[in-house]
């Protein structure tokens, strides 16, 4: 048997084992938006410092000991002079330094691990989404209560059987598509992704992630344009169930 049971709803071990890798990627998630900040905050920080890779040499001129700062331009060593080497005389530029070369060193490993922690949400996003899309489902897609078409997916190939012709009550062009062919026509039957009020209209089907399958089981993929709906397995419904005009 495929993920769907005979209601077309998942079997209790997908729901978990998703709700476990959902609470995973959200801990990596919280935890990579706090590094995030902390780097914001470090590059604002440094934004305050002299961008040049600078550091203290000492110069004996006429027999005497002189504090200089040197760096390089253009693979050229420049100089500036900071005094006579006497203590204490750097103390409050040597804490700059030392301030400075900690953030850095700080900076540099907040990008590494945000740089791991994208890797790992980015498998999670992949495991999250092979257990919400199953490899094998159907459906049903009817103009009224007039069947236009019958979808049947197996792995990465997707038949249709279509039952109408005609163009404004069938959706569907051809009988063999890929999956991807597929989401973008699920995809039209969905409220769009990028809507101010998404994530509120996906907490209100009771969805965590924005996905155009699982959004049209629950609304039939009905829209104000036409008089098309999906039947998933299980479900004894009509158009007066379901059509809002």
Request: proline share 2%; hydrophobic share 35%; with cysteine.
């Amino acid at each position: 048997m495929d993920d769907f049971g005979k209601n077309g709803n998942y079997d209790s071990k997908k729901i978990k084992e998703y709700d476990a890798i959902h609470e995973l990627y959200q801990t990596i998630s919280t935890r990579y938006e706090e590094y995030h900040q902390e780097a914001d905050g470090i590059r604002n920080q440094l934004d305050a410092f002299d961008t040049r890779q600078n550091s203290i040499v000492i110069k004996t001129i006429q027999g005497k000991k002189y504090y200089y700062e040197q760096w390089r331009v253009n693979g050229k060593l420049k100089y500036r002079s900071l005094g006579r080497v006497e203590p204490g005389n750097l103390a409050e530029l040597e804490i700059q330094m030392l301030q400075k070369e900690e953030l850095q060193s700080r900076y540099r490993v907040l990008l590494f691990l945000m740089e791991r922690l994208e890797r790992d949400m980015q498998e999670l996003r992949k495991e999250m989404n092979r257990h919400i899309i199953p490899d094998s489902y159907f459906f049903e897609v009817f103009w009224k209560n007039e069947l236009s078409a019958r979808v049947t997916v197996k792995n990465d190939r997707v038949h249709v059987s279509r039952f109408i012709d005609h163009p404004i009550r069938q959706l569907f062009s051809g009988e063999i598509i890929s999956r991807n062919q597929l989401n973008q026509i699920l995809r039209l039957r969905c409220f769009d992704e990028n809507r101010a009020d998404c994530m509120e209209k996906l907490h209100a089907l009771g969805l965590r992630e924005y996905n155009p399958l699982e959004i049209v089981k629950i609304t039939h993929g009905v829209t104000y344009n036409d008089y098309l709906w999906f039947r998933f397995p299980g479900e004894k419904l009509s158009a007066s169930d379901v059509l809002v005009r």
